[in-house]
């Protein structure tokens, strides 16, 4: 694509996988294809752009490389803006660049838009009373299992013990949840639900540890970030679902990774991205 064309970049060091060498490959592919860094964000320390701020540069494209938190960050605070957002796989698990780009690294998706080979779209989310989720939503007493990801991602080995620890005795000492709405699953409850968005619903999975088995494999899949291979059931798809804490206290959420305030009962429903977002996979992910 000929013309330079003028982006907005906002990253975030502390996230899963952004290094020096890829903000150079970044500014190499500008050089290449004729795209200008108008301007600079570092997330969380500076603000995310705004309209305004968008339009008095004249930048049309917001570019993220950061993890699923900064994404939904940047699209929460530009909801509604007439421009477009591309994510690149900047963090540990990637799940929404992932529904846009496939298993591409940042290096291929920047390089295949900068070509003009994005287009924009509008997939579904997870609408909660305290936010949105891109990705999906985690709840119940196993989110503690967060900071272990942190302490990990930190280089951290004395807070990640301690993280394992409290985690431990969070997933198996706390109230489960319970899917409440439609009814499903096991009526004692589950220490982790998880809530995924498509285009045809939501997908409940719950994360059980009925035995020292499960628990144990369980633990063990959390301890290596991945959770989805621990023991679990899938219900759905569902248009709304409501969970409830089985003993009155509030629910633990995290939504697209990053904690959330619950209420002893929370209701998620489908909803549809607030802005364009940039896919470079031939098929839109749902």
């Not at 963090?91 to 992932?98: A, D, R």
């Not at 699953?185 to 639900?193: A, H, I, M, T």
């Not at 035995?211 to 959390?222: I, K, M, Q, V």
Request: with cysteine; charged share 25%; glycine share 12%.
């Amino acid at each position: 694509m000929t013309g330079q064309r003028k982006i907005w970049l906002v990253t975030n060091a502390g996230s899963g996988s952004v290094r020096e060498e890829l903000l150079a490959n970044v500014d190499d592919v500008c050089a290449e294809q004729g795209v200008r860094i108008a301007a600079r964000s570092h997330f969380p320390n500076d603000s995310i752009p705004s309209r305004e701020d968008l339009s008095a540069l004249g930048v049309e494209t917001v570019v993220t490389l950061g993890g699923d938190g900064t994404i939904n960050a940047v699209v929460s605070a530009l909801a509604g803006w007439d421009g477009a957002i591309l994510p690149l796989p900047g963090g540990t698990q990637n799940l929404t660049p992932k529904r846009l780009h496939a298993e591409a690294s940042a290096e291929e998706v920047f390089a295949a838009w900068a070509r003009g080979d994005g287009r924009r779209v509008r997939l579904q989310i997870i609408r909660a009373r305290s936010g949105m989720a891109l990705a999906g939503v985690l709840v119940g007493p196993g989110t503690s299992w967060n900071d272990v990801r942190e302490a990990l991602r930190d280089g951290d080995p004395g807070g990640m013990l301690g993280a394992v620890g409290a985690a431990i005795e969070g997933t198996a000492g706390n109230s489960p949840v319970r899917i409440v709405q439609p009814e499903a699953g096991d009526r004692e409850g589950y220490p982790l639900v998880e809530l995924v968005p498509h285009g045809n619903g939501l997908d409940v999975v719950a994360y059980h540890a009925r035995t020292g088995a499960d628990f144990a494999g369980h633990t063990w899949a959390l301890l290596r970030q991945e959770f989805r291979e621990g023991p679990h059931e899938s219900y759905g798809p569902f248009e709304k679902v409501t969970l409830a804490s089985t003993d009155g206290e509030p629910l633990d959420l995290l939504l697209d990774g990053e904690p959330a305030d619950g209420d002893t009962r929370e209701t998620f429903s489908l909803d549809t991205w607030p802005v364009d977002l940039i896919a470079t996979q031939p098929d839109d992910a749902t």
